[in-house]
């Protein structure tokens, strides 16, 4: 047998059919019969599944009613009536019986092909690389991972321990979406890695979130009241509650997420490398890409050829521009964490946040910070940014004072930030091209009138995780992976957009020529 994907999830069939992006082979309609669930068995339901049917592609279903078999005919589906199971006298079974032309993509956010040949080189082994590596070897891929450090998670994948919770907004924006469901699956992922690798200490604790002040929790409340949240993903809790849920005091109201936790970054990367068919080389600096036909050639410094495949993945964050020429709006923001002695009588159950962090203690050590600074590139730590952490610290855990910044370590790595706060993942544009191509966008030409962006064949990127790489890297490493290999997409078709490589050209190409500004990346953490 061929493998056989599966992704599962809980959705309104009507709601998020119409939104996903798959080639899908076969349908089994499992829903209650039409007289009880007639909401369900609808023309859209139908057309949906027309549209994202592989080539005779083929359903089954227990249902022969009347109006589920004329959906299916005016879909474009073959059926016959057979035998049914258990107590269901019939069902019906068919197949896609006429092609049906696929949904008209936006020109200017290109779907990169599948690719034929099953591997591929992957540049750069923090968690992100590690992630898309890893989801491509679990698919049968060869994946060689290039690094130029002697080592794996030297650069913002190697802190002590890293966190992972969801961010809110009263909108439910594109960051909200992607960071939640990036935080379950990164919850999945971790879990099973956790079962093979100890080491990684993956410690879902749960997040305490305070208030930054009055005028801020004002505002949490409203978003409260208006998403209505599951209280086992998100739910407000008072300062007496939150004292309880992480056993240190705190003066604050603030979320509770009990999804959320910690985990250590660096073993969670060794053991994501760790698989018969990824291939990893260290002290292997990139400096140039070649195109050769259908293939990369990846060489270093003296020009020599390290790698070649018809696929690449960039995934060294702000350093993919020096391959790229500047393609893309990143920008490095410096964070510094500290890191302190246990202190007997000073336990921690949970992360508490507000505006820094602290981690429950790992191998003695309670991990906080961090700073967050643009254009600062120095990497050793510095007294100041260490004072920073101590008062961002204290303003979670009031109680928690007394340290000296003298007396602290520390780490110092740059996270890739981007504009909007989003991160960056899928195939990648020619910029060039595309500036030429989508000229009339500005002029109100409508997407008809426009061919697909060209792309560099083979060529992805992941990258621009800001803080939150922990939280978005899994999804986005099954993004890439399933793009590549064919398979069904992890998220809408809305979400895909929003962390398209191609979003930031297409928004400068909206705006006349005079009004087009270099990007601002912010560096705020929220």
């Known amino acids: 047998l061929q493998r056989i994907t599966e992704q599962q999830g809980e959705h309104d069939a009507l709601e ?44 089954a279903t227990f249902t022969c009613a009347r109006m589920v078999r004329d959906g299916l005919a005016a879909a474009g589906f073959a059926f016959e009536k057979r035998a ?11 197949h896609l019986e006429r092609d049906v032309p ?41 994946v060689r991972v290039l690094e130029r450090h002697a080592l794996p998670a030297q650069e913002a994948s190697g802190n002590h321990a890293g966190i992972l919770l969801p961010v809110l907004s009263a909108e439910w924006n594109n960051l909200s979406r992607i960071a939640s469901l990036g935080l379950g699956y990164a919850r999945r992922m971790l879990g099973r890695l956790a079962a093979a690798h100890p080491e990684i200490d993956w410690q879902p604790t749960g997040v305490l979130r305070l208030a930054r002040n009055e005028r801020h929790a004002a505002q949490q409340l409203k ?29 604050q109201p603030g979320w509770w997420f009990a999804g959320g936790g910690w985990v250590n970054p660096p073993n969670a990367v060794r053991a994501l490398l760790n698989h018969p068919r990824i291939e990893l080389r260290t002290g292997v600096a990139v400096t140039r890409l070649e195109r050769e036909g259908e293939t990369w050639r990846v060489l ?29 709006p990143l920008a490095p923001v410096r964070g510094q964490i500290s890191l302190s002695p246990a202190v007997d009588g000073r336990e921690l159950h949970a992360v508490a946040c507000r505006e820094g962090y602290v981690i429950p203690v790992r191998e003695g050590l309670h991990c906080f910070g961090a700073s967050f600074a643009h254009g600062v590139h120095d990497p050793a730590p510095r007294l100041e940014d260490h004072a920073g952490n101590i008062e961002r610290l204290e303003s979670i855990l009031p109680d928690w004072s007394g340290l000296e910044p003298a007396g602290l370590a520390g780490r110092v790595s740059h996270r890739c930030a981007t504009p909007d706060r989003l991160p960056v993942a899928g195939p990648l544009h020619d910029t060039e091209a595309f500036r030429q191509d989508f000229e009339g966008v500005h002029l109100g030409w409508p997407a008809r009138r426009f061919q697909p962006a060209r792309l560099h064949p083979g060529l992805w990127v992941t990258t621009g995780h800001g803080a939150r790489g922990l939280v978005w890297t899994a ?39 005079e009004h087009r500004k270099p990007w601002v990346v912010d560096t705020g953490d929220e």
């Open 223 to 251: 978003i409260a009241a208006r998403l209505d949240l599951p209280p086992d993903f998100a739910r407000w809790v008072e300062p007496e509650e939150g004292s309880r849920l992480i056993g240190a005091r705190v003066e």
């Open 16 to 59: 998020i059919l119409p939104r996903a992006r798959a080639r899908v082979d076969a349908w089994f309609l499992d829903g209650f019969a039409p007289a009880k669930n007639p909401q369900m068995w609808q023309p859209p339901l139908f057309e949906a599944m027309a549209r994202l049917s592989a080539p005779g592609a083929t359903f």
């Open 102 to 142: 696929a949904a008209n993509e936006p020109p200017w956010y290109p779907r990169g092909e599948a690719s034929r040949i099953r591997e591929a080189v992957v540049i750069g082994a923090g968690i992100a690389g590690a992630l898309v590596a890893r989801r491509l070897a679990e698919r049968g891929w060869s």
């Open 475 to 513: 999804l986005l490493g099954e993004l890439i992976a399933s793009e590549l290999n064919g398979d069904p997409l992890p998220v809408t078709e809305e979400l895909l957009h929003a962390v398209h490589p191609a979003r930031f050209d297409y928004r400068q190409m909206r705006l006349a020529p």
């Open 84 to 94: 049914g199971f258990g107590r269901k006298r019939e069902m019906l079974v068919g």
């Open 300 to 328: 270093d410094a003296s020009g020599a050829c390290v790698a070649e495949s018809g696929t690449v993945i960039l995934a060294n964050a702000c350093a993919l521009n020096e391959l790229l020429h500047g393609a893309l």
